[in-house]
């Protein structure tokens, strides 16, 4: 046999097919499981770790799974229930809080992921956030039910275009939806921000 069809381990690729085989041969003898047993795979998904996160600015220490998401730590760890459970794929909006200053959906953002981010939700904002205010002066809810999810993604947007005209603010919040059609005042909310003009 040529040194070339011999590894650097010294064993060739017939060997190793044949050592392969004989070991394959033998595990389907003894009835050995050729994958990990079940209980050894839920252990995965089971397992929890706790990790510190921080939510408006405040460093919480919460146990999570991998699987746990970022709105299930906010509203069942944290008691943060301003961000919203509506649609487990995020395409309605009501769980969007911030994450480094983007808007992000948490119900589809794993909380893992948010480890050594600053993560801001409507709570942090606060009662006197322009965005906030101008949401109460031109009464822009009805339920009220999309309406945390809403003001933080208008507060991410009016950061990135200050001087939004009516198109854009209706472009660039078509990815909230509200079922109570407060659509009309919701804009005239975010055309109230743009004109207070402070979205630091
Ligand atoms: S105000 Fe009710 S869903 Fe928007």
Redesign the pocket.
């Known amino acids: 046999m040529s040194d070339s069809m011999r590894s650097v381990s010294g064993v060739s690729r017939r060997e190793f097919l044949k050592g392969s085989g004989a070991a394959a041969a033998a595990t389907a003898v003894v009835g050995a499981p050729l994958v990990a047993p079940a209980e050894e795979v839920a252990g995965l998904v089971r397992g929890s770790e706790e990790v510190t996160l921080t939510v408006n600015g405040k460093k919480h220490r919460v146990r999570i799974e991998p699987r746990t998401t970022l709105l299930e730590v906010l509203r069942y760890q944290l008691g943060l229930t301003g961000a919203k459970p509506v649609s487990t794929d995020g395409c309605c909006g009501g769980s969007t809080v911030l994450l480094e200053g983007k808007p992000i959906s948490a119900a589809t953002t794993l909380a893992m992921d948010c480890v050594g981010k600053q993560i801001t939700t409507v709570e942090g904002l606060g009662a006197k956030d322009e965005v906030v205010q101008a949401f109460v002066h031109q009464d822009a ?7 945390p999810g809403f003001v933080v993604a208008v507060k991410a947007f009016l950061k990135k275009h200050p001087n939004a005209t009516e198109e854009e603010v209706r472009q660039g919040l078509n990815g909230n939806l ?3 059609g ?1 659509y009309v005042n919701v804009i005239r909310a975010v055309l109230e921000a743009v004109k207070g003009a402070n979205h630091g």
């Open positions: 809810m009805q339920c009220g039910f999309c309406t509200c079922r109570c407060t």
